[in-house]
């Protein structure tokens, strides 16, 4: 990181320096193409700060600036107000992963950024800088969410625009994820799940993957019955949803159907007192009423939250009852009739 002691220079001031900057790295680049190959990361970071030395000659900027170890953002500050971030790739194009959204090493007072950036693949060896907005094209997700570099985005097209919230609104905002996560689950395609984010924006995602093998015996319960509560279609044999939202969880299982189908069939009793066979889920069903209707007793039962072994007896409205009945009833292949049927016997008590 970089840091310019020179109080407050003008913004125009800042916009031709990174001009200058960029023309000398591109020069220097067409020089020295086998140097700049070799250069990426902090590097990369020491050459940018020696042509921003240069370039800053008979600027506010000369001779103020100085490198400060340490995982900052941005890479490079001048006089506590402007910032370069500098990033670089190997390939020949334009793109990267950038920074996180979170800016949570952002150095105070800092409010203008610039991006530069290094094209050390191809020939020749290029660099570019424009405002850091400007060139954010989405989010991608590693150990937490980054911003896409392409520096090459027309007006209108960065991630901030897609949104329809300015990037410095964005990163002023307590919980700037929550609003990036709506987006891209507004978005979403049929068959498609935020593997890194909740149904909900205040639920945690576990950061570690599973076996349902290794998962505790009331860990298989809170799950099979809370797919039962939120996912009615695995009573018709689909468990696409389900298996997208369990693995969200980081929750992996290769023999899924399995847990909701082994076992055979299920006698249940009908309300006329006569019994009837149905298909191993609603076995599921009757081994887990007190979870299933603790799950529906929540006021967003998609909320998923283990539930403890010994619990006060839910409270379960009526109508909410029946209603996820009748989605069980619409999606399974028995007839709807008899599924309702045996489904309130089961209830009974409670209704």
């Keep these: 990181m970089i840091v310019s ?19 000398f790295l591109n020069e220097d680049g067409k020089k020295r193409p086998n140097y700049y190959m070799q250069r990426n990361g902090r590097p990369l970071e020491e050459d ?21 170890s340490g995982q900052k953002f941005p890479d490079i500050v001048a006089a506590n107000l402007y910032g370069v971030e500098v990033k670089s790739t190997k390939e020949d194009h334009w793109t990267s992963t950038g920074s996180s959204i979170l800016e949570s090493s952002r150095i105070s007072g800092v409010e203008r950024i610039y991006m530069t950036f290094g094209k050390l693949g191809g020939n020749p060896v290029e660099f570019l800088s424009r405002p850091y907005e400007e060139c954010l094209s989405g989010i991608a997700v590693t150990h937490m969410p980054r911003y896409l570099i ?25 919980d700037p994820i929550a609003p990036v996560s709506q987006y891209y689950r507004n978005h979403l395609r049929p068959g498609q799940r935020l593997w890194w984010t909740g149904d909900n924006v205040e639920q945690a995602v576990s950061p570690t993957i599973r076996l349902w093998s290794n998962l505790s015996p009331k860990e298989r319960k809170n799950y099979i019955a809370y797919a039962c509560v939120n996912f009615p279609e695995i009573f018709g044999g689909n468990y696409d949803n389900y298996a997208l939202w369990l693995t969200s969880q980081g929750v992996v299982d290769p023999h899924l159907r ?10 249940l009793y009908l309300s006329d007192g006569s019994t009837y066979r149905f298909p191993g889920i609603y076995r599921r069903v009757k081994d887990n009423l007190f979870l299933i209707l603790d799950f529906l007793s929540q006021a967003d039962s998609s909320y998923f939250e283990e539930k403890e072994d010994i619990r006060p007896t839910p409270l379960v409205s009526p109508h909410k009852l029946e209603h996820w009945i009748g989605q069980i009833s619409q999606f399974s292949k028995v007839d709807t009739v008899l599924s309702s049927d045996a489904l309130y016997t089961l209830f009974s008590e409670w209704l």
């Design 5 to 23: 002691l020179n109080p407050q220079p003008s913004m125009s001031d800042f916009v031709s320096l990174m001009s200058r900057t960029d023309l």
């Design 48 to 68: 940018v700060k020696a042509a921003l030395d240069i370039c800053a000659q008979g600027t506010p900027f000369e001779g103020t600036l100085k490198k400060i």
């Design 150 to 174: 392409d520096m090459r985005l027309q007006k209108g097209e960065t991630i901030f625009d897609k949104m329809g919230i300015p990037y410095d609104t964005l990163r002023l905002m307590d």
């Design 258 to 267: 399995d847990q909701f189908s082994a076992g055979g069939q299920e006698s």
